[in-house]
Nanobody
Framework: QVQLVESGGGLVQPGGSLRLSCLAS????????MGWYRQAPGKQRELVAR???????NYADSVKGRFTISRTNAENALYLQMNSLKPEDTAVYYC??????????WGHGTQVTVSS
């Protein structure tokens, strides 16, 4: 049973930083690409960043240069370092993994609020 547990969200002022974590279980973590998505109130869920099993990354244009996705395979952990946060980054952030059978798994999400 695949489980993804996010943490690290919170309230931060504009310009601040947060580091999100996602701990995975039930999968051979190192084999799979992982992603961070977010969903703001009244909006569709959108891709924030992805990292392949080999460490290749890609980012949404809105976060390029501010966010960094990384992974530590030995700890089954995925991270998202978020710097220079803006109010429009406010959303629930979700960790995602897709297996070789085409199944997609999500965590419960962690709330990020950027406000003064």
């Amino acid at each position: 049973q695949v489980q993804l547990v996010e943490s690290g969200g919170g309230l931060v002022q504009p310009g601040g930083s947060l580091r999100l974590s996602c701990l995975a279980s039930g999968i051979i973590f190192r084999l799979f690409g992982m992603g961070w998505y977010r969903q703001a109130p009244g909006k569709q869920r959108e891709l924030v960043a992805r990292i392949t099993s080999g460490g290749i990354t890609n980012y949404a244009d809105s976060v390029k240069g501010r966010f960094t996705i990384s992974r530590t395979n030995a700890e089954n952990a995925l991270y998202l370092q978020m710097n220079s946060l803006k109010p429009e980054d406010t959303a629930v952030y979700y960790c995602n993994v897709g297996d070789f059978a085409g199944n997609s798994y999500w965590g419960h999400g962690t709330q990020v609020t950027v406000s003064s």
